[in-house]
């Protein structure tokens, strides 16, 4: 059975590349681009891994990975986080709540596909 | 210090002007050898042999005065003690003045335009840092950028990708590119700002280099000789919003001078000390429109230059004219201490009040804070407050008047201010 991989992002171009890209390599792919309800849309879904964008509508991407951490059922799921915030601080900050990966908007194809292999096969 | 320069400018310009000693001291009336004194420096010089020397040498006898360029050497000692290693001779800066007035001028405008420069900086990155629409313009650029390049990636994998799958990413790439370009012109507009300085000189905003060269008076507008829609094409090339800047402030000015004409202002002026309170009341006019009104006057041996500084609840400047002997600022405050900065706690109470500078001027000073209607229930009303000042007060206000009058020791900017121990003080002075 594939694993699946669930997409949290709003921007629905990204979400259309990346799908093609995980679903090329065998990957179950879900999407989901609103922060208010993302916990409910992980726990319905029960995926392998979170990709997370930081910045979402509705509730951040850094308040939901906290939310993850504090519930026993997720406090080890993987998560990815995607920002456009390079900054150490937001780094740190994602390192801090808790972020499996962090990965900083742009980022090449074979990049991201690396790191999601290397989170599933962890 | 100051009565150096005065001799030593009178030798310069007596020399500009090809004439010896003897033949200019025969001029005015004075032994070549007591001329020769005062040009060295080693007399005092003032009164009538003052005005007599600057009319033989045809220049204004303040520009050989002491005291009338202390902005000017201020600004030259802000321009020394901001490059320390250069190892500038301060302690003859009076001199370099006296001797090569055209090469300080050049400094000073130099230092001007750098002063100006590092407060666009400021402002620039300020708003970098705390502007709401730049902050999410680029996360929405970074987005673009993103899905550009992951579907860009994909597309170059060439026949890999499935036909249908093909065209959607096209039509992506498409759709992304579009919004990138609207987002980049969006972005380009926000921070598009024509208002540059575009030569040593022009360091303001169209408004304040408008009235500049006008000398911050407009005959043709009050004599009903030309319109504000002339006085603009006037202007040269103006954005839309520098046009719309000066349009309000011509209209304001055209307005002010139909209310308070010039004639019999200056007749009721003389009459009343020139005191802007008592004006108010007899022209049953707002005190700010007749601060407007004597900061717009004609330049006239006979009448009092009056200087202006408009700004609001947060201290920015709204409006600036500015006299040499008092630099004001154009996006910074000034000193908290300054009379136009106190009245904000008393809105609408007249403040009159003798201000000392560190670099011992003194300026008789008018003030009063002004409140505005708000356009909504529950805001507090916006608060903006004037200020007129002059240096030229000994000739309408009698010194035993003028010694019941507050006196209120202020400072400059701080950087350039040598009150080291003032409680108001919020940066270093760096010419320590």
């Known amino acids: 059975m594939s694993k699946k991989v669930l997409l949290i992002e709003d921007e629905p171009q990204i979400v259309a590349a990346l799908r093609f890209l995980l679903q090329r390599e065998g990957l179950s792919v879900f999407d989901h681009g609103d922060g208010q309800d993302a916990t409910q849309k992980i726990n319905a879904v029960n995926p392998d ?50 972020a499996s990966m962090f990965m900083t908007k742009p980022f090449a194809n074979e990049e991201i596909l690396r790191n999601v292999k290397a989170l599933l096969n962890r | 210090m100051a009565r ?20 200019l001291a025969r001029q005015v009336g004075i032994s070549s050898s007591y001329l020769n004194l005062i040009e060295h420096n080693r007399r005092g010089i003032a009164g009538k042999t003052l005005l007599a020397i600057a009319e ?73 840092n705390h502007d709401p629409f730049f902050a999410e313009a680029i996360h929405m650029m970074v987005s673009n950028i993103t899905a550009i390049h992951s579907t860009a990636g994909i597309l170059s994998e060439g026949d890999a990708v499935p036909p249908d799958m093909r065209r ?14 609207k987002t980049a012109s969006d972005l380009i507009g926000h921070f598009d700002t024509p208002e540059q300085p575009e030569q040593l000189g022009t360091r303001s905003s169209a408004v304040d280099r408008f009235f500049e060269t006008h000398g911050f008076y407009l005959a043709a507008l009050e004599q009903g000789d030309a319109g504000v829609d002339d006085l603009l094409e006037g202007a040269g090339p103006l954005s839309d919003f ?11 000015y055209r307005d002010m001078a139909r209310a308070l004409p ?26 700010e429109t007749v601060f407007r009104r004597l900061a717009h006057l004609p330049a006239a041996e006979d009448l009092p230059e009056f200087g ?20 004001l600022p154009k996006f910074s405050s000034g000193c908290p201490l300054w009379p136009v900065y106190r009245c904000f706690g008393q809105p609408g109470q007249p403040v009159r009040a003798m201000m000392n500078t560190p670099t011992g001027e003194g300026f008789l000073t008018f003030s009063v804070a002004k409140q505005h209607p708000v356009n909504e229930f529950g805001l507090p009303p916006s608060l903006t407050a004037s200020m007129i000042f002059t240096t030229d007060f000994a000739a309408f206000l009698p010194k035993a008047e003028r010694q019941t009058l507050a006196r209120l020791d202020v ?22």
């Open chain 1, 49 to 98: 891994l979170v990709i997370l964008d930081v910045m979402l509508p509705g509730r951040s991407g850094m308040q939901i990975l906290q939310d993850l951490r504090d519930d026993k059922r997720t406090q080890e799921l993987p998560v990815l986080m995607l920002t456009a915030k390079g900054q150490r601080k937001d780094r740190e900050a994602a390192e801090n709540a808790g």
């Open chain 2, 4 to 23: 150096s320069l005065t001799g030593t400018r009178i030798r310069e310009r007596r020399r500009g002007k090809n004439l010896s000693q003897t033949e």
């Open chain 2, 242 to 252: 520098d046009r719309a800047d000066l349009t309000s402030a011509l209209t304001g």
């Open chain 2, 262 to 287: 010039l004639d019999r202002f200056l007749d009721r002026c003389r009459d009343l000390a020139f005191d802007p309170l008592r004006l108010a009341m007899e022209y049953s006019a707002p005190l």
């Open chain 2, 56 to 128: 033989n040498l045809g220049v204004d006898a303040r520009s050989l005065s002491e005291g009338a360029d202390r902005a000017h050497v201020m600004q030259l000692r802000e321009a020394a003690a901001n490059v320390p290693a250069a190892g500038a001779e301060i302690d003859r800066l009076e001199e370099f003045i006296g001797r090569f007035p055209g090469w300080a001028r050049l400094i000073d405008d130099f230092q001007s335009q750098s002063k100006f420069q590092n407060e666009t900086l400021l402002a620039l990155s300020d708003r970098l």
């Open chain 2, 168 to 181: 959607m990413f096209l039509d992506n790439l498409a759709a992304e590119s579009a919004r990138l370009a």
């Open chain 2, 308 to 327: 202006f500084l408009k700004v609001d609840g947060s201290g920015g400047v709204l409006f600036r004219k500015q006299l040499t002997t008092l630099n």
């Open chain 2, 411 to 432: 400072g400059l900017h701080c950087t350039v201010c040598p009150r080291l121990e003032c409680s108001a003080r919020r940066s270093g002075y760096i010419l320590g």
